[in-house]
């Protein structure tokens, strides 16, 4: 139901993917997940290594964060990260890179694990893995099955549905045994048996590469997807792949799917097999301008101005640089701005590309409605919430709005529809929760 | 280094644009443009041209000295509007009421609401329909179809399908004998028949639709409502009484209802937004449609049937939603 097409312009998509050597110094923010801030666990002058832990999570959702790179905390300040905001991080001087004992940093593969299901979620908590596709929802939270609710499908989402991004290609490409592996080991986690890999058409290359691997892993299967955006939303994907729909307001678990990201898979692999934490991840750094398009590994904290710099450098007529995809990544303000667990692109768009159609009367054409994958009626609220109605807002389900751009992106009038409902999820928000108190 | 665009995203937008597609309604027009200038001649040209030229006119005079607002003259709606109107009024319609129709049209259907999208009515229906109720004799007078004529005066004039029907099942006559009177289906398809300038080809416009709904300008949901809704409603009157009641096929091929059903009721601004409401409201259009044909006091109704289902719209989006995801949970 519903979907746009817009322009792929996967540029990088052949690129592999190129190890960034570590900066001179990163930024480390503490919030780079889902849910309450890591607490601290290092001070000012305190020498680290590149996979020591230097921030718990000790709330229910959160995760710890590990310092990735070796060297000298230099202080703990804030920093202004993909938000626009100014948020606490770590900031360490690079000294060297030496790596913190038990974590092994060559590339053979280990598939075997006799690990149990609780020793498994205790490593991927105790490694800071968070979902990779850019909510960077705690992993352990979600491979723990709430009582009463029974997972029967891990789906692994490998539909990269965003255009220009092309990280979760190539490390589907060149990771596509330790991805198995990560799967498997999430499957051990949930109890399951049965995995689907969700690949949209447009990647051939990766459906098939993957489907040669999975035919030995048992119980994992590859399936091709119609090339749509939001496929990769999580819901979308549950019912692509297995045709149900997780009702209004609950998660996946409630029709027993739990979706997981390919790069968290890899990261899950990582984590289990080879003790190593989240601390570096691949991002794409693309657009029309971009001399080089390519897909880094990068460790966690690099300045974003970093990566364009080995891209080829900042364009002359750059208008706008995001951080994510372009339907639902963050335009920055500052190129300083830290590489995060949840980074999946860097895109450089030119002047011309950057700014908005000039807005005109809504003509009533009903394409807002028609390709709203949620099955809401953008134009509606978009309309209610510029009136601030916002119970009406909430009648009509606001809140289901998952905020992926396809009505702003199709409408010929250039209503910035999206902005309005996002100031009326925001108000509708806040209301309920000062109705529970 | 200057300073960044931020925006909120996405950072990408469809090529799209109002204009684009309301010239691509337009362009869609051309086909049945070209079948009404080949039966009606010089005067069906002029008069198209006459309803475009006021429409425009009369939008940028309101635009730019009573509203004092931005002009939006050229994003193609006027144009339609324009087309639309003269597709509706007979081709030997006087210049003058040509003229005072599209300045109905623009002024009380469009732009008193607040111009290109707010309007409740169809525009050109409601400058059709003026011009129906204040100029009855003139407005239906329909010049007989001939192969390319430049005459502008004394056309051989003559009643309409509908009209034969409706008169002639008045005056007792049965359908049979009154079919001999009307041209053949074959000639009814291709626009052979009396009517107003652009309604008559029954073939170009539904070509004109087929390239609409390839380009995803319309839906299929209202035309396919609105035809299959006055082909079996007229279809059961007819089966019940063959004498009295003419069947489906020649309702759906004369007078205005491919027009108004491909072109008039799929208007975005005075239709419903959902699919369902889309076809509640083309089912609405085909009863009325037929009800006033078989029973109403005009031989047409397409014009005041698409202009009564205008009235609902706002109940219609209020009771008909999109299907939300996630509501109706059937999972196994």
């Known amino acids: 139901m519903g979907g746009v097409h817009p322009p792929e312009n996967k540029f990088a998509e052949k690129r592999s993917v190129e190890r960034l050597e570590p900066p001179k110094s990163v930024a480390i923010p503490l919030s780079q997940h889902l849910g309450a801030p890591a607490k601290a666990v290092v001070g000012k002058g305190d020498k680290v290594q590149a996979g020591q832990l230097i921030a718990k999570g000790e709330a229910f959702i959160s995760a710890n964060i590990h310092a990735s790179v070796s060297g000298t905390v230099a202080k703990i300040d804030g920093v202004i990260d993909a938000s626009g905001y100014r948020k606490k991080a770590i900031l360490i001087n690079v000294e060297g890179d030496e790596w913190a004992e038990g974590i092994e940093r060559d590339e053979s593969l280990i598939e075997d694990s006799n690990l149990t299901a609780e020793e498994i979620i205790k490593k991927v908590y105790d490694k800071g893995i968070v979902g990779m596709g850019g909510a960077t929802f705690p992993s352990h939270v979600k491979l723990k099955v709430p009582k009463g609710k029974k997972a029967e499908y891990l789906i692994i989402n490998g539909v990269e549905c965003e255009p220009c991004l092309t990280a979760d290609h190539r490390l589907m490409m060149e990771k596509g045994q330790e991805i198995m592996v990560g799967a498997s080991l999430q499957m051990k986690a949930l109890g399951v048996d049965k995995a689907i890999i969700g690949i ?3 990647k051939p290359d990766a459906i098939a590469h993957l489907s040669k691997i999975a035919a030995g892993y048992p119980g994992i299967s590859v399936e091709p997807l119609k090339v749509k955006y939001p496929q990769g939303a999580e819901k979308q994907l549950i019912k692509a792949l297995v045709n149900r729909e997780v009702p209004s307001g609950k998660l996946p678990i409630e029709v027993g799917c739990v979706v997981h990201n ?4 890899f990261a899950v692999y990582e984590a289990v097999q080879k003790n190593k934490p989240l601390i570096e991840r691949v991002v794409t750094v693309s657009g029309s301008s971009v001399k080089k398009p390519s897909n880094f590994m990068v460790r966690i904290g690099t300045p974003v101005a970093e990566l364009i710099e080995a891209a080829g450098g900042l364009p002359d007529d750059t208008g706008k640089v995001v951080n994510g995809g372009p339907m ?3 335009a920055l303000n500052d190129l300083n701005v830290p590489v995060t667990k949840g980074t999946s692109g860097i895109l450089i768009f030119t002047e011309k590309e950057s700014s908005r159609p000039p807005e005109q009367n809504c003509i009533r054409c009903a394409r807002c409605l028609t390709i709203c994958p949620m099955g809401l009626e953008p134009y509606l609220l978009s309309s209610l919430a510029e009136k601030q109605r916002f119970q009406d807002c909430e009648d009509e389900r606001i809140m289901d709005c998952m905020e992926c751009g396809s009505c702003l992106y199709i409408c010929p009038s250039g209503k910035p529809l999206l902005d309005h409902i996002r100031v009326g999820k925001n108000r509708v928000g806040q209301m309920i929760r000062e109705r529970s108190g | 280094m200057k300073a960044l665009t931020v925006s909120g995203s996405p950072h990408f937008h469809t090529e799209q644009s109002v204009s684009k597609i309301m010239y691509g309604v337009v362009f869609s027009l051309v086909p049945a443009m070209l079948v009404s200038f080949y039966f009606f001649g010089l005067p069906a040209i002029l008069i198209t041209l006459t ?25 193609g709606s006027a144009m339609i509007t324009g087309v639309l109107l003269a597709f509706n009024v007979p081709a030997n319609l006087p ?9 109905v049209a623009i002024g009380m259907g469009k732009m008193t609401f607040g111009g290109l999208g707010k309007n409740p009515f169809n525009p050109a229906l409601v400058g059709r329909v003026f011009l129906m109720i204040s100029f009855p004799v003139q407005m239906t007078t329909y010049p007989e179809p001939t192969a390319f004529t430049t005459k502008l005066t004394d056309a051989v004039t003559g009643p309409t399908p509908l009209t034969i029907i409706k008169d002639g099942v008045g005056r007792g006559e049965s359908i049979s004998s009154l079919m001999m009177q009307i041209p053949d289906y074959m000639n009814l398809m291709m626009g052979n028949l009396g009517g107003s300038v652009g309604e008559i080809s029954a073939i170009a416009l539904i070509l004109g639709g087929i390239y609409m709904l390839l380009r995803k300008i319309i839906s299929w949901h209202t035309p396919v409502a609105f035809l299959g809704s006055a ?3 007229s279809a059961i009157f007819w089966l019940i009484q063959p004498e009295v009641y003419p069947d489906p096929v020649f309702h759906l091929f004369t007078g205005g209802l491919m027009l108004g059903a491909i072109y008039m009721a799929t208007d975005y601004a005075t239709s419903p937004m959902a699919p369902r409401g889309m076809i509640l409201f083309g089912v609405g259009c085909g009863l009325l449609t037929i009800i006033i044909r078989l029973f109403g006091a005009y031989p047409e109704g397409v014009a005041f049937s698409i202009l009564i289902m205008n009235a609902f719209v706002p109940l219609i989006n209020r009771a008909f939603k999109p299907k939300r995801f996630g509501e109706e949970v059937k999972n196994g």
């Open chain 1, 200 to 202: 949209e058409n447009n």
């Open chain 2, 231 to 233: 082909a079996a409603f």
């Open chain 1, 328 to 330: 639902m990544g963050k």
């Open chain 2, 51 to 75: 309803a475009v030229v006021s429409c425009m006119a009369f939008e940028f005079i309101i635009q730019k000295y009573l509203i004092k607002g931005p002009l939006t003259i050229f994003d």
């Open chain 2, 95 to 103: 210049f003058g009421l040509v003229v005072i129709g599209s300045a």
């Open chain 1, 262 to 265: 390919v790069g968290t898979a």
